[in-house]
């Protein structure tokens, strides 16, 4: 039998006084004696009474609710933005509600109107994979709650945005592995809708004619930067006529997967092909070898983004004018790939 929760009414019914003088005596409002505030709180105390904050602040027109979707929260670099999120939002004085779209457009949809029903003041939002319309999001521009995303954008969309410098990533990458002697880079490459993909592509472009080196398409695997996308990835790359002899992936997921296949083909890294992924999850530093990888400055992005929505909440038109916040990335140069002279060197 599910427990009744108590209510102000609950005590005033028993203890035969108004609502507002209970309401009054739980805040210790000086109009009520202290005679009166002892009894009630002695009752709310027996009775287990909660104050339902969340009525409360409805009464007065705020939520103090804060939503956040994310794809999901396996992995380093979610769970990190989560926690970035939270800090800011709880010195503000917001709670936060965390729903995971499981990478599900649909799954993502149905958030949407879980937050709204919730009537939350603002909506953090990373999207899902399979996401390729904004139609979702305009049922929170019409309501004029303010509307930030983080990390995934729709590419084109004008919108309220906290993102990693994707380009300068990729390009980093790419050029530490040209900078180490490589000059066959093959490109795990993820879904082009999608603005971190597709600027760490154009990053991996960039540094490639940088070089003067051509651009060669059969180099480039398009997939959806899972593990196993990964695995399927370096089988294919391995079964070319030429096979590369470095990988730059756009995830540390699928870069993972490449180097459990090597591995499984007794192929070593990097002295047979160097590996950089780009997030850099906490796996990436317990590997074997070690993973180079793109650090995304993650929870300084969760925090970012809520004072980004702190500031469109200051608005009082409602319509909430885009800006983008955009952080630097920055490279963790590990095992992986290694100067690929130096190692020539060493096998001899």
């Known amino acids: 039998m599910a427990r009744t929760r108590t209510s102000i009414s609950d005590l005033a019914q028993q203890l035969g006084i108004s609502i507002s003088t209970v309401s009054?005596?739980?805040?210790?409002?000086?109009?009520?004696?202290?005679?009166?505030?002892?009894?009630?709180?002695?009752?709310?105390?027996?009775?287990?009474?909660?104050p339902n904050h969340m009525a409360a602040g409805l009464r007065k027109g705020r939520s103090n609710l804060l939503g956040v979707i994310v794809p999901h929260i396996d992995g380093h670099f979610f769970t990190m933005v989560v926690k970035g999120?939270?800090?800011?939002?709880?010195?503000?004085?917001?709670?936060?509600?965390?729903?995971?779209?499981?990478?599900?457009?649909?799954?993502?949809?149905?958030?949407?109107?879980?937050?709204?029903?919730?009537?939350?003041?603002?909506?953090?939002?990373?999207?899902?994979?399979?996401?390729?319309?904004?139609?979702?999001?305009?049922?929170?521009?019409?309501?004029?709650?303010?509307?930030v995303f983080f990390d995934r954008v729709l590419e084109g969309l004008d919108v309220s945005a906290v993102v990693i410098d994707d380009r300068e990533g990729g390009y980093q990458a790419t050029k530490h592995l040209l900078e180490q002697g490589y000059r066959r880079v093959a490109h795990f490459s993820g879904p082009q809708h999608l603005n971190i993909y597709k600027n760490r592509r154009q990053g991996y472009l960039d540094a490639l004619h940088e070089y003067n080196l051509p651009v060669v398409e059969e180099l480039i695997f398009n997939c959806?930067?899972?593990?196993?996308?990964?695995?399927?990835?370096?089988?294919?790359?391995?079964?070319?006529?030429?096979?590369?002899?470095?990988?730059?992936?756009?995830?540390?997921?699928?870069?993972?997967?490449?180097?459990?296949?090597?591995?499984?083909?007794?192929?070593?890294?990097?002295?047979?092909?160097?590996?950089?992924?780009?997030?850099?999850?906490?796996?990436?530093?317990?590997?074997?070898?070690?993973?180079t990888s793109v650090d995304q400055r993650c929870e300084q992005m969760g925090q970012a983004a809520v004072r980004l929505f702190l500031e469109m909440r200051e608005e009082n038109d409602g319509l909430y004018s885009p800006r983008r916040v955009v952080l630097q990335p920055d490279l963790m140069v590990r095992a992986s790939s290694g100067i690929k002279q130096q190692l020539e060197v060493e096998a001899d």
């Open 24 to 50: 009054r005596a739980l805040a210790d409002h000086p109009s009520i004696s202290d005679a009166t505030k002892k009894k009630v709180w002695k009752l709310a105390k027996a009775l287990h009474y909660q």
């Open 85 to 147: 999120i939270e800090a800011v939002a709880a010195k503000a004085g917001y709670n936060v509600l965390i729903c995971q779209s499981n990478e599900d457009v649909a799954h993502e949809q149905k958030n949407i109107e879980t937050l709204l029903n919730a009537q939350v003041e603002g909506i953090l939002v990373s999207l899902a994979r399979t996401t390729r319309t904004f139609t979702h999001f305009e049922k929170v521009r019409m309501q004029q709650i303010p509307l």
């Open 224 to 291: 959806n930067m899972a593990l196993e996308d990964g695995e399927r990835g370096i089988e294919y790359l391995l079964a070319l006529p030429e096979p590369p002899d470095a990988v730059f992936s756009a995830s540390d997921f699928s870069v993972v997967g490449a180097l459990q296949l090597l591995k499984q083909r007794g192929l070593r890294v990097p002295q047979d092909i160097a590996l950089v992924g780009f997030s850099n999850e906490t796996f990436t530093s317990f590997t074997d070898p070690l993973l």
